[in-house]
């Protein structure tokens, strides 16, 4: 079949077409995704380079601030005896310093645990007068190490007596 002129230019142009169409779809498209790619990439890399130069700009504001939770931390490479006597320790001292009385002080034996840190439970049986419970209290919140009372009981000593029988249970958390 023999084509005409016209037909045949038809042909070559749409030929051309096709092969232009095609062309772009082998090389240009290929090339563009990479492209895109990059500049995802390159954007997400400026993202974490300003960050960078945040933290970098802000470090003595981070490391300040860091400094006042650090003794949080400072149990965080001993054993379970170990940060359990720290906190006794810990307890004991406060417990001189506002006058409470321990009369007994008992650690649990179970220990919970979370991916962060572990809490131990210690019973105190004490006495004292009001005022330095509160002020043991406030001692145990102001303490270099994490403690909180979980339970508390207050009895008083006598009929007439001003001072009070209190079992607490005080936790003491380290951090891992």
């Given at each position: 079949?023999?084509?005409?002129?016209?037909?045949?230019?038809?042909?070559?142009?749409?030929?051309?077409?096709?092969?232009?169409?095609?062309?772009?779809?082998?090389?240009?498209?290929?090339f563009?995704?990479?492209?895109a790619?990059?500049?995802?990439?390159?954007t997400?890399?400026?993202?974490r380079?300003?960050?960078?130069?945040s933290l970098r700009?802000?470090?003595?504001?981070?490391t300040?601030e860091?400094?006042?939770?650090?003794?949080?931390?400072?149990?965080s490479?001993i054993?379970?005896?170990?940060a359990?006597a720290?906190l006794?320790?810990?307890?004991?001292?406060?417990?001189?310093?506002?006058e409470?009385?321990?009369?007994?002080?008992?650690?649990?034996?179970?220990?919970?645990?979370?991916?962060?840190s572990k809490q131990f439970?210690?019973?105190?049986?004490?006495?004292s007068?009001?005022g330095?419970?509160?002020k043991f209290?406030?001692?145990?919140?102001?303490?270099p190490l994490?403690?909180?009372?979980?339970?508390m009981?207050?009895?008083p000593k006598?009929?007439?007596s001003?001072?009070?029988?209190?079992i607490?249970t005080?936790?003491?958390?380290?951090?891992?």
């Open positions: 079949m023999v084509l005409k002129k016209r037909e045949m230019i038809l042909a070559y142009v749409i030929a051309g077409l096709l092969g232009v169409w095609g062309l772009a779809r082998v090389i240009f498209v290929p563009q995704e990479r492209l790619t990059l500049e995802r990439t390159l997400v890399k400026e993202a380079f300003k960050k960078g130069a700009d802000n470090g003595d504001t981070i300040s860091y400094a006042q939770y650090e003794s949080y931390f400072s149990l490479a054993s379970d005896e170990e359990v720290a006794l320790k810990e307890i004991e001292k406060l417990s001189r310093a506002t409470l009385t321990i009369l007994d002080m008992k650690p649990q034996k179970s220990v919970e645990k979370d991916k962060f439970q210690i019973v105190v049986k004490a006495e007068g009001m330095e419970l509160v209290l406030y001692a145990l919140y102001a303490s994490l403690f909180s009372v979980e339970k009981t207050l009895l006598g009929d007439d001003s001072i009070l029988s209190s607490m005080v936790v003491g958390v380290v951090f891992i």
